[in-house]
């Protein structure tokens, strides 16, 4: 069963913009904070932005001013829109999602990864 789908990942020239979504699936009873990381190769996966259930943000500091993460509890979706992308953005992208699930109580879950590259 797949309980995180993730999309918008792709190839943008630099200073472009790309906003990623990913749906939780409805396994999920409740979804407490959901985020975005990403890990560039020959790099450890790193924190990018993640939101919590009130709606509080957290950006790491190379996406802080570029970067937007927002949540529709509707649609049960995270998204990252990417402004002004750089290089050094390049990665393969993963959203998480913490929350409850009925049969199993709480428990975590990565997507599957969708890549961003940002090149010239």
């Known amino acids: 069963q797949v309980l995180l789908v993730e999309s918008g990942g792709g190839l943008v020239q630099p200073g472009g913009s790309l906003t990623l979504s990913c749906a939780a699936s409805?396994?999920?009873?409740?979804?407490?904070?959901m985020g975005w990381y990403r890990q560039a190769p020959g790099k450890q996966r790193e924190l990018v932005a993640d939101i919590t259930g009130s709606g509080t943000t957290h950006y790491a500091d190379s996406a802080k001013g570029r970067f937007s993460i927002s949540r529709d509890n509707v649609k049960r979706t995270v998204y990252l829109q990417m402004n002004n992308l750089k290089p050094e953005d390049t990665a393969v992208y993963y959203c998480?999602?913490?929350?409850?699930?009925?049969?199993?109580?709480?428990?975590?879950?990565w997507g599957q990864g969708t890549q961003v590259t940002v090149s010239s």
């Open positions: 998480h999602v913490e929350g409850w699930e009925n049969l199993r109580g709480p428990t975590e879950h």
């Open positions: 409805e396994s999920f009873a409740s979804i407490n904070a």
